[in-house]
């Protein structure tokens, strides 16, 4: 995948079948609620998703679920309805980087295991570099272990995250890299 726009295009395909699209629309004309405010409220379900990792699977398991709706549901929203912002874009991702890390971090207290500590740091290693490469808006960090957790899968789910956060975070760099050689600029559209 070149970036985020592939990524954006399939969840909208998906969106729009199933009409998304108006409730987004009912949201905009009917409350006060935007895609900034989803994005602060759904920043706050993953942080008490927190409280029931290792304690409560199935709460965790549905919390999870409902997380990433809503993190697809406020870019949605903003795009379908000409409301996005570079703010908003700024602030999801950085929600995102941040849930990912308290995750984590309260998993790799958990299990007490080097590498785990050691796949924190790739993971904000990944962010910092793309904030310094001025492409934290084109790419950030996978959270593919996330999605093991909704099954229980814990460190099934942080082990696929040590293979596949440098393999995505190599791939995203030479796409950089063979797009700024062939066209003359470095950026990702």
């Not at 729009?16 to 699209?21: E, I, M, Q, S, W």
């Not at 379900?45 to 409280?51: A, N």
Request: overall charge positive; charged content about 20%.
């Amino acid at each position: 995948m070149n970036g985020l726009g592939e990524l954006y295009e399939v969840k909208g395909e998906v969106f729009k079948r199933l009409k998304v699209a108006k409730f987004c629309l009912f949201l905009e004309k009917n409350t006060f609620i935007r895609p900034d405010h989803i994005t602060v409220f759904n920043f706050f379900l993953g942080v008490f998703g927190l409280v029931l990792l290792f304690k409560n699977p199935l709460a965790l398991s549905i919390l999870l679920i409902v997380h990433f709706l809503l993190d697809n549901l406020d870019g949605y929203y903003a795009r379908v309805r000409k409301i996005q912002s570079r703010y908003g874009r700024y602030i999801d991702h950085v929600a995102d980087f941040i849930i990912g890390v308290l995750y984590l971090i309260v998993s790799a207290a958990h299990y007490g295991e080097a590498w785990m500590w050691i796949l924190l740091m790739l993971f904000c290693g990944e962010m910092f570099i793309l904030l310094g490469l001025g492409s934290a808006e084109d790419k950030f960090p996978s959270r593919v272990f996330l999605i093991f957790y909704i099954f229980g899968w814990y460190r099934l789910g942080l082990v696929v995250q040590a293979i596949v956060q440098p393999l995505s975070f190599v791939q995203y760099l030479a796409v950089k890299r063979m797009k700024g050689r062939h066209f003359g600029s470095g950026r990702v559209n």
